[in-house]
C-alpha cells in the first residue's frame, strides 16, 4: 500500500474540485481526505494500492471547466493505515454554503449550455428531416405524374383497341358483302365455288 500527498493549485476552489476528487474514489479501495486550503489550494491525502493511486492522480490533475488545475504537487510515502474511508473535509459552514452555491450554479449553467447544444441538434436534426420529407414528396409527386401517364397511356390504348376493333369488324364485314356478291355474281355466271 502506498501514499500520497498532493497539493492542487489553480481554479480549485469553489467549483466542485473536491466533489470531482471524492467521485474519483467512489468504489475504489482509496482512502484519505480532500480539503480546502486558507492559501487558495486543495490538499488530497490518499492512501491505496500504487495502481489505483496514480489512477487518481491522473483523474484529479485536470484542466475541464470549471476546474483548472495549473499545478499538481505530489509527495509518495508508505501508507500509515490511519484512514477507513475517503471523505471531504469541510470548512466554515457559511463558506462550505457559498462554494456549493457556486458549484450549483456552475452545474446550472453546463447544464443549459447542453441544453442548447441539445436544441441545435434537434434543429439539424428538424432540418434535415424536413429535407428528407422535401425529396419524399418530390418523389411521390413525381410517382403521380407517372401514375398519370400510365392512367392516361392505358385509357388512349383502350381507346385505340375499341377504335381499331371497330374499324376490323366494319371491314370484315365489308369483305363479307363484297365476297358474297362475288360468290353470286360467279353462281350467276354458271361457276361453283
Known sequence: MKRFSAIAAGR???????????KETFEKDITGYVKNLDTGKVEIVAEGSEEDLRALANAINIIRYPIAVKSFTIKWQEATGEYTSFEIIRGDIQEEIFERIDYAGTIMHQTLENSELSLKKQDQMLDKQDQML?????????QDQMLQVGIETKEEIAALRKDTGKYLDDEFKEIKKELTSIKNALARAGIQV
Not at 422535401?134 to 413525381?142: H, S, V, Y
Open 134 to 142: 422535401d425529396k419524399q414528396d418530390r418523389m411521390l409527386d413525381k
Open 12 to 22: 480549485v476552489q469553489r467549483v466542485g474540485f473536491r466533489e470531482h476528487v471524492y
